[in-house]
């Protein structure tokens, strides 16, 4: 069996679950790659007990305010993938869960396509993770060129990538449903690998667009590839944030610094055993400690 399948069994599982129940269990996602799996996924949520929570919740609670319910879940969606509405969102509704999508401003009303997708269109498959990582560990002005001109080639074959993103209309049903709007930048650079310019830019063009859109000012935001910058962080202090959003897949604790907020990493497509050794704390406390006797490497995570 494997190391999954031995933390995402009922027994061990459970046995993680009852020593970390106070702890709030923050889940970041990103597009809905399997309706029918994200379904259950959220079918095995209900039947375990576990009950959504929204951002403004999150926040009251960190801030002081009134304590989150006992087994509270906040699921997140990362990058504005159009499938969160397109599919996730009748899922939730159908069981009165809700959840919080960080969207980039630059994006919402058009068909533009996120640059890593740009990038897997016009590298070979063998050299995608390089390729990717390269351009995540170079100077914000580097990788926009690269990907410049990835976009002029693909175009130039008549292989132009467009993109799903949502639309004003989307945003406002996602409202409608008791969900709620996060800040994830304007186009979702590598925020440490900007200059002090860009990165007040990002925050603040990002900030002023979707809370426009929302129809009051945002206070709550997820690192674009989890990767915190002290100028950005400076600027959405500045602004009023109340949360700030980390992807370090950690259960996170109910009395934790709201500018440095935990969450686990879960695929909508991962089966339940997978979602049950996650959600239990169970993987992310044998994942860390595998981190700390090895090297961690750079990820090729998008986020």
Not at 73 to 98: I, K, N, Q, S, Y
Not at 174 to 188: E, K, M, R, V
Not at 228 to 244: F, I, N, Q
Request: glycine share 6%; aromatic share 6%.
């Amino acid at each position: 069996m494997s190391v999954v399948g031995i933390l995402g069994s009922r027994p061990i599982a459970a046995a993680f679950a009852a020593v970390t129940s106070t702890r709030l269990r923050a889940v970041a996602y990103h597009a809905v790659e399997d309706a029918r799996a994200f379904a259950t996924q959220l079918d095995w949520f209900a039947a375990a007990g576990y009950r959504t929570v929204t951002a403004a919740q999150v926040a009251g609670a960190l801030h002081g305010g009134a304590p989150l319910p006992a087994r509270s879940l906040w699921l997140t969606f990362d990058d504005g993938d159009a499938t969160v509405v397109r599919v996730a969102l009748p899922l939730l509704r159908e069981r009165g869960m809700v959840a919080t999508a960080f969207l980039c401003g630059a994006w919402v009303d058009t068909t533009e396509a996120p640059w890593w997708q740009v990038v897997a269109a016009a590298v070979a498959p063998d050299d995608l993770v390089r390729t990717r990582l390269a351009l995540k560990a170079a100077p914000d002005a580097q990788r926009r060129a690269r990907v410049a001109q990835m976009a002029e080639s693909l175009a130039a074959s008549d292989s132009a990538v467009t993109g799903s993103q949502w639309t004003e209309a989307d945003v406002h049903a996602w409202l409608a449903a008791g969900n709620d709007i996060g800040n994830h930048s304007w186009d979702h650079p590598c925020l440490d690998r900007c200059d002090d310019v860009e990165q007040r830019r990002q925050i603040e063009a990002a900030h002023d667009r979707l809370s426009a859109l929302v129809g009051h000012p945002l206070d709550v935001f997820a690192w674009p590839n989890g990767d915190p910058a002290d100028v950005a962080a400076t600027a959405l202090r500045s602004l009023g944030y109340r949360l700030l959003v980390e992807c370090d897949h950690r259960l996170t604790g109910r009395g934790c610094d709201p500018l440095a907020v935990s969450r686990l990493k879960l695929d909508t497509s991962a089966d339940l055993t997978r979602t049950r050794a996650i959600l239990s704390g169970a993987h992310s406390a044998v994942f860390h400690l595998q981190q700390r006797f090895r090297r961690k490497g750079p990820t090729d995570d998008v986020t």
